[in-house]
DNA sequence: TAGATTGTTAATCGATTAACAATC
DNA sequence: TAGATTGTTAATCGATTAACAATC
């Protein structure tokens, strides 16, 4: 193991959860080890690389044998803290905002949208879910009591910096963004993107 | 202008549409000229880094004066190839597969989906946004006949690789998949992924 | 002209990969 | 033991940033 307090690249932590979803799929195969070669192939990464993404965070595999799948799977819920209880928040109940809310069920890992908000009187006051959307006005005390630490963002892009203004002046630590908009966040909030628009842009360059 | 045929790197080709959609932005409020510090400061990209990437593709900028906005765009969108009409299939119309269609009208450059297409019985013949959901069977033909370059995965995880081989196989050239899976495709596919689970999960990392 | 800003080269920084001793 | 595979150091590769001559 390492020496402590190494700064985690950012790229590092992302292929973490990639791990994650590949190890799950074993440990349900009934697979019990695995080797840095077999990930490798698998997920298309060296396996240098995913050996020492490994050893960042402590000495999990035995030489000779590869890592034990349960154990790993545990090491790295622990290390991208999916093993506590998350409460999410997500604003806009529109078309996207309820697919998202349904997949509730895919994400397990204690991570749980436990409020819903939006600005339109018409969406205020349905359920989605089992879950009343909100009016925005309520958002503060509601991420406050219920401890919200991280906001999903679904609202147009010309509204996500107001609304994650809201949610981090709320007490919100992290915010997962939809909107095509780049999100302007104090010190210590991180900001992550899933905007399908750029993603969909990049793809038409590689086209012929 | 630097010498021809050098090869871009992805990083590039992804921070492109964030000009674009930047760029567009400036347009709408009349905005003539940007310098590149001026874009720096707005997407939290250095400056330097920003007139190297439009470099690759050509003497874009004027000494003294920086970008036309105008201008620039119409090149960025010739760069990604945004400037011609790229036909978009999508597969897998649940809830997520709903949300994205509707987002057709956002995604003006003229990329469009064309084609649903879905294997449950019971969604097949349904209607969303005046285009009918057809069964998989259908696939292959229609994908051939629309021209289609381009397709949407919106199926769960465990069928994502299956919809891949089928659109490969009928002529498709890219992917956006929304399936928390990888997917392996032939050389020269182009596979992009929008997997918000692996995003929100690696998000609770920076918790605390 | 003086000030601003590009395009590009060189310097730096960081991430990926190769190699291998340690060891199961 | 022999074969396999880890953890880690060193080498390589690539991307970002600084610096500056050219020039509007």
Redesign the interface.
């Known amino acids: 193991m390492k020496t402590t307090t190494e700064k985690i690249s950012e790229a590092v932590?992302?292929r973490?959860?990639?791990y994650?979803?590949?190890l799950t799929e074993l440990l349900t195969n009934g697979v019990q080890t695995v080797s840095s070669q077999d990930l490798g192939r698998?997920?298309?990464l060296n396996p240098a690389q995913i050996r020492k993404d490994l050893a960042y965070f402590g000495d999990f595999g035995k030489k000779g044998i590869g890592y034990d799948v349960e154990y790993l799977i545990e090491k790295i819920r622990q290390?991208?803290?999916?093993d506590r209880d998350?409460a999410?928040a997500l604003v806009g109940a529109?078309?996207?905002g309820?697919?998202?809310s349904?997949?509730n069920v895919?994400?397990n890992?204690n991570?749980r949208i436990v409020a819903l908000f939006d600005s339109h009187p018409s969406t205020v006051g349905t359920h989605i879910n089992n879950l009343a959307v909100q009016p925005m006005e309520e958002m503060s005390d509601s991420v406050k009591q219920l401890h919200v630490?991280?906001g999903?963002i679904t609202v147009p892009g010309s509204e996500a910096q107001k609304v994650a203004d809201d949610l981090v002046q709320a007490g919100v630590?992290?915010?997962?963004s939809?909107a095509?908009?780049?999100i302007?966040v104090k010190e210590g909030v991180?900001v992550?993107?899933?905007d399908?628009?750029?993603?969909?842009?990049?793809?038409?360059?590689?086209?012929?």
């Open positions: 932590v992302r973490l959860p990639v994650l979803r590949y698998r997920l298309d290390i991208l803290k999916l998350i999410v529109g078309n996207l309820k697919a998202l349904n997949y895919y994400l890992d991570m630490r991280v999903i630590e992290a915010i997962l939809f095509p908009a780049i302007k991180r992550h993107y899933a399908f628009t750029t993603e969909l842009q990049s793809l038409a360059f590689y086209l012929e």
